[in-house]
């Protein structure tokens, strides 16, 4: 990784972290927030998986149109950092440790590879 790519990660790193903390505050059952990237395809290639601890507040948030107010955040995060994703709705995405226990045996490592942009 050369420097101008390390400093975009650490930048991208920072501005999730904010978001990540301000969702916690927001007491919908938000746990962390993860992303995936290929650098050579940045923006576009960035995925934010937002994940929650069960798929019915998932199914709420999604519900109370919260998603939407969650990609408003991130987005205003990432903009702060330099960071001008095309479409914050292909970029972000919400996700739930049900599902991935489910679906992929808990692995998440295999899961955020299937959602890969």
């Known amino acids: 990784m050369n420097k101008t790519t390390a400093k975009l990660e650490q930048n991208l790193i920072n501005a999730l972290t904010l978001a990540c903390e301000e969702f916690k505050r927001w007491d919908i ?50 903009l702060k950092a330099g960071i001008r994703p095309k479409d914050i709705r292909r970029n972000v995405r919400m996700d739930n440790e049900q599902d991935c226990a489910a679906q992929d045996g808990g692995n998440w490592e295999a899961r955020l590879q299937r959602f890969r942009g």
């Open 29 to 78: 059952g938000f746990d962390w927030l993860t992303h995936t990237v290929s650098h050579n395809r940045f923006p576009d290639s960035l995925v934010v998986s937002c994940v929650f601890l069960t798929q019915a507040q998932m199914q709420q948030v999604l519900s109370d149109s919260l998603d939407a107010r969650m990609r408003k955040e991130i987005q205003t995060r990432l």
